[in-house]
């Protein structure tokens, strides 16, 4: 901003300015920046509480009553928490939830990390763009789409896959038919289409790996694995850990797959959690229930956050 500033006579041979003025026009576009900072900064915070605050809040609070849509809520305090904790088949939609966000959080990771240095070392500027741009793609379609076209593509019976590898003498896999086999192909589905986010956050953070570091590691005789291990990945271990907790918030998530591809099934081998609130709260219509479920989960995926952030001060380091 234009600031003017006046000098006084000189005094014993120096000068002292005069207080700063500034120009009415450099105020009014201060304030109008100011302005239209606060009104950006108020539209997120708006938007945040409508469509997250407030959603939680309500559910809070409709899980101390019993409500089926149809006659009014009834106050039962702390019954549906009660109901949950003894509820076998829910909490066992937890440990499934929890068993396949490990599986998905560390396959994607890994994978991402494994895909983002390989790209990272090519030389061709070409190369790297096309392969950012494949392994993104497939976070842009639709995860519904995704999960009707992999859902055929997987069928035991009539699946493509299966189909070809039966021409070669093999036998059929029950991918969907087959509690273990069920959980396996909704990871590897899940993993291919998540993939590319983590790809394209960690070539960025390799990316800005300072060049005179690596040198001096080359210079030090240190090989690419260990350049790897003791240079890059403390390096770019921030961006690790933000791609590690949004990876596990939207595993603990996990609804389309599971639901479009098994119905949770075979039997309850893939049943989430959020299938369970879903079947509880708009096909039984225990909505109190089903948000009693919905703040476990919550408590769950704040825990593991938590969880995350306090390894993150031994493991993470910051330049």
Do not use: C, H
Not at 220 to 238: C, E, F, H, N, V
Request: charged share 10%; net charge positive.
């Amino acid at each position: 901003m234009a600031v003017q500033t006046q000098e006084r006579p000189r005094v014993n041979g120096a000068t002292s300015p005069r207080r700063a003025v500034r120009r009415p026009g450099v105020r009014r576009a201060a304030r109008r920046e100011g302005a239209f900072g606060y009104s950006m900064i108020g539209l997120a915070v708006a938007f945040v509480a409508v469509f997250t605050f407030i959603p939680i809040l309500a559910s809070l609070g409709l899980s101390f009553f019993s409500w089926d849509v149809i006659s009014p809520p009834k106050f039962v305090g702390v019954a549906n928490f009660t109901r949950l904790f003894s509820d076998g088949s829910t909490l066992a939609s937890f440990g499934v939830t929890i068993l396949l966000a490990i599986g998905i959080v560390v396959l994607q990771i890994t994978l991402g990390l494994l895909l983002a240095v390989l790209v990272n070392s090519r030389k061709r500027k070409s190369t790297k763009v096309f392969f950012r741009t494949a392994f993104y793609l497939p976070l842009l379609a639709s995860t519904a789409a995704v999960s009707i076209f992999m859902g055929y593509l997987f069928d035991a019976k009539f699946g493509l896959i299966n189909y070809y590898l039966t021409q070669l003498g093999l036998p059929a896999v029950p991918w969907l038919t087959n509690p273990v086999a069920a959980q396996i192909t909704i990871i590897l589905i899940v993993v291919w289409q998540q993939v590319g986010f983590t790809f394209v956050l960690f070539v960025a953070a390799l990316t800005s790996v300072p060049q005179e570091v690596q040198e001096a590691a080359a210079i030090d005789g240190a090989g690419a694995w260990r350049t790897l291990l003791r240079i890059k990945i403390p390096l770019i271990s921030p961006t690790i850990l933000f791609a590690t907790v949004v990876a596990m918030i939207n595993a603990m998530q996990l609804f389309d797959q599971p639901f479009i591809m098994t119905k949770g099934g075979p039997g309850t081998a893939t049943t989430t959690a959020t299938i369970a609130m879903y079947q509880t709260g708009f096909q039984n219509l225990q909505f109190g229930y089903a948000s009693a479920i919905a703040i476990l989960l919550l408590v769950i995926i704040l825990a593991l956050t938590g969880i995350q952030f306090l390894a993150a001060r031994k493991l993470v380091f910051y330049q």
